[in-house]
């Protein structure tokens, strides 16, 4: 099993930056690739970013194009999220995950979750 537990979220004024982190323990990792998705009040949980862990290459969901950033670091188990000019529109619970297999974009084909870290950006 892999645990899989996210930091770094708040509270912050439109414009803003949050640094997520998402620590990962347990077992070495079967799976290539890491992903983000968020979860806002009434919306179903949409992607975010994702990330190989070896090849690195981050792809976004166009709504967060150009300002957030994923990255890992395979030494220490972790990825992370730079958000930058955030929105209000931003305001969501964010999680990641690890993919079991098939496309990044789905968030069903991803096997491990964590319990999600809160982003409230105020306009």
């Known amino acids: 099993q892999v645990q899989l537990v996210e930091s770094g979220g708040g509270l912050v004024q439109a414009g803003g930056s949050l640094r997520l982190s998402c620590a990962a323990s347990?077992?070495?990792?079967?799976?290539?690739?890491m992903g983000w998705f968020r979860q806002a009040p009434g919306k179903e949980r949409e992607f975010v970013a994702a990330i190989h862990w070896t090849a690195g290459s981050p792809v976004y969901a166009d709504s967060v194009k150009g300002r957030f950033t994923c990255s890992r670091d395979n030494a220490k188990k972790a990825v992370y999220l730079q958000l930058n000019s955030l929105k209000p529109e931003d305001t969501a619970d964010y999680y990641c995950?690890?993919?079991?297999?098939?496309?990044?974009?789905?968030?069903?084909?991803?096997?491990?979750w964590g319990q999600g870290t809160q982003v409230t950006v105020s306009s």
């Open positions: 995950a690890a993919l079991r297999s098939g496309s990044v974009y789905n968030k069903n084909n991803y096997e491990y």
């Open positions: 347990g077992r070495t990792f079967s799976s290539d690739f």
